[in-house]
């Protein structure tokens, strides 16, 4: 779009759904990364089957066209992931729903380094008492350490808050929302899943 909020859909980025998938299950929560060596792009998304969940990835040289999608053989049962890439070329990637995990990758599609359980909802509290889900992580415009925004769950409804972490592994999330519902519209009840992108040099 030229203004970011009028969008025209441009078709499916995979020619088919996978045959084995039912009603409710599918494919959801994408972060893209710069592709391997700078060149085009690499997505990671959650896939549901049944009631068990793998994180993929597929990769693209124009944004247009896409690689068939492989699973993440050592992320097999997790979900939501977020990722970044450094300057090194190595990926970071954040992902769970409950608590929160970690792990690095220097391909793309072998993980290292895993971490379980670097951020639960009992350390959080508040709209995140009960659970937490789509982490979405950026590098902080300090340029030192990291700032997340998080979707929790509260035992009533979704909403959204943030933290920060000097190395990406011990995060301190307050509990004032950044995005809650507001009774009216299409988010009357809940709001979820960010994404947050720099615009500017300040923004």
């Given at each position: ?9 441009q ?43 793998s ?43 409950g ?43 300090s ?61």
């Amino acid at each position: 779009p030229s203004d970011g909020w009028v969008w025209q859909k441009q078709g499916r980025l995979f020619a088919e759904d996978p045959p084995e998938l039912m009603p409710n299950e599918g494919d959801y929560a994408p972060t893209i990364v710069t592709g391997d060596d700078g060149v085009g792009y690499r997505v990671y998304f959650a896939r549901r089957s049944s009631a068990s969940f793998s994180i993929y990835t597929t990769t693209s040289t124009d944004g247009v066209s896409w690689s068939d999608p492989v699973a993440i053989a050592d992320l097999e049962g997790d979900s939501s992931p977020a990722a970044l890439r450094g300057q090194d070329g190595k990926i970071q990637m954040w992902f769970g729903s409950g608590p929160l995990d970690y792990a690095e990758s220097s391909d793309g599609t072998t993980f290292m380094n895993r971490q379980d359980g670097i951020l639960r909802p009992s350390e959080i509290g508040g709209f995140a008492s009960l659970s937490m889900i789509y982490p979405e992580v950026r590098p902080d415009p300090s340029g030192s350490g990291y700032r997340i925004w998080i979707t929790g769950f509260d035992g009533m409804s979704y909403k959204i808050g943030q933290g920060s972490s000097p190395d990406g592994i011990d995060w301190t999330v307050g509990t004032d929302i950044v995005f809650e519902a507001d009774g009216e519209g299409f988010d009357s009840k809940s709001v979820a899943q960010p994404e947050v992108h720099r615009g500017g040099e300040t923004g």
